[in-house]
Each structure stands twice: as C-alpha cells, then as structure tokens.
C-alpha cells in the first residue's frame, strides 16, 4: 500500500534506539523526510546513516534533551514546518511510589506529558492551516493496565492520554489527527530495565526473567521495534484521517479485555 506521505516532514523523538528508530525507519522507507533527535550525538548519528542506508527519505539529527526548552526549540529550528510529530521519551525508572519526592514526580511529568503537549502546540496550528497533521504520541500499555512498578509512568501518561482525548477532537476537521500506540512488551532498553528490576525482586537472572515474560505472553514472544514502527506508519499515512483520539495497543495479546 502506497501511504501517500512521501515528501512529508517528520519529526521523531528519541530516535536512535527502540521504538523511536522503528517510526523513522518505517517513515524513511515511505519517503519521509525524517528529522531525528536523541540526546548522544554519536548514536544519533551512527542510526541517521542507517537508516540512509535504506533509502528514501532524509534523514536529519538533532542532537538534544528533547524533555527541555531548548531541546524542543533546537529541533523546531531543524524542521519548522513537520507534517508528521512523533511524541517519545524515555520513561521514568520504576520503583515504589513511597520513594518518590516530588522533584522526581515533576521530572516524569516533564518528559512524559508536557514535552508532548508543549510539541504539539508548537506544530499543531501550521498542520491546521496545511490541512494535513498526523501527531502520534508514543504512550504504553500502562494507560490501559497499570503496572505496578510503573507508577510515575501510569501518572504522566495517563494525562497525557486525558488531555489528547479532548484536542484531537478538535483538529480531525482539519485533516489533523492525534493518536497514541501503546507498546506492551518490546525489546528495548526500557523493557530490559525493567525485567532487572523484576529479576533482582525475584532472585533469579536478567535472562531467565526476560524469558520468563517472553513465555507469558499470549504470542510466546516480546514485540520488535520495526513492527511497531510499520503501525505508526500506517497511522500517520494518508489514509488514516479518520482516525484521532485513539489508544492503540500493540500489545502481543497481553491485555485480556475487550475494550
């Protein structure tokens, strides 16, 4: 299927590894002009010749905080004008709530909510006027199931998730739609953190609960950053513009709800 965004300007966040890198590959190879930003400039650098490497659209880096003021401008610098953001951060550290202070609850909410909102009131007027906008905002499963190490990640992204439900709304008129996927286990740095926590809880190795989790989802498997990319694609495509304000979990099957 031809997506029709060749020749669109992307942004993607935290791109040089992970999930992020899945978006602006799948983006790239539709012909997508890629802007990435990631805060080390060498793995930045080293995924932008990647993912050159594959052909299509070009690819430029940012290196910065994208959690920060000036991060956030550097990249707006870079691509001014993007028809396409992809929201994404890092997400907070596990732990027990009880050892939160508050400067630890402000940084989540920082990186994890209003980073994303500050992006898109940046972006989302001139898709408005351009009359295509597709804003894909990276969440997690934890929005729909809470986990219980995850607490500062369920906070900040479930407001997150509260404040798109209202705007997107708004903007779909427009052709401008705002969406989020909510990744479930995928083998990333973050899902490898976390399966050490586990792991030290539990008192067995990093390998054995990574295997561990990997068995106990219904597809007997951890998701890949490149599937996960291929769904933001298809989200961001031309097609898609009948399709804002929603959670998409891409989970393996892990949720057991219906809704």
Not at 2 to 16: P, R, T, Y
Not at 76 to 97: Q, R, S
Not at 102 to 119: E, G, K, Q, S, Y
Not at 145 to 169: E, K, Q
């Amino acid at each position: 299927m031809d997506l029709g965004i060749a020749g669109k300007k992307a942004i993607v966040c935290a791109a040089s590894k992970g999930l992020g890198r899945g978006c602006a590959e799948s983006l790239a190879r539709e012909g997508v002009d890629v802007t990435i930003c990631a805060r080390t400039a060498e793995t930045l650098e080293a995924t932008a010749d990647e993912i050159r490497a594959l052909g299509g659209g070009a690819v430029t880096t940012v290196a910065c905080d994208i959690t920060s003021e000036e991060g956030r401008a550097a990249i707006l610098e870079a691509c001014p004008a993007p028809d396409i953001l992809v929201n994404n951060a890092g997400g907070p550290p596990p732990g027990d709530f009880r050892d939160w202070d508050r400067d630890t609850w402000i940084a989540a909410v920082d990186a994890n909510m209003l980073t994303p909102i500050f992006l898109i009131k940046a972006v989302v007027d001139g898709m408005i006027e351009r009359k295509f906008g597709r804003i894909v905002n990276i969440t997690s499963s934890a929005v729909k199931a809470p986990i219980d190490i995850l607490g500062l990640s369920n906070g900040a992204r479930a407001g997150l998730t509260g404040f798109v439900a209202g705007i997107a709304r708004k903007t779909v008129r427009h052709n401008v739609t705002i969406n989020a996927i909510l990744p479930g286990p995928f083998d990333t740095d973050r899902f490898r953190s976390n399966v050490k926590v586990l792991a030290e809880k539990e008192g067995i190795s990093e390998e054995e609960m990574f295997a561990k989790r990997s068995a106990g989802n219904p597809a007997g498997r951890v998701g890949t950053a490149e599937e996960f990319g291929e769904l933001c694609a298809y989200v961001c495509s031309a097609q898609a513009g009948f399709m804002t304000g929603q959670n998409l979990l891409l989970d393996g099957g892990a949720f057991p709800g219906t809704l």
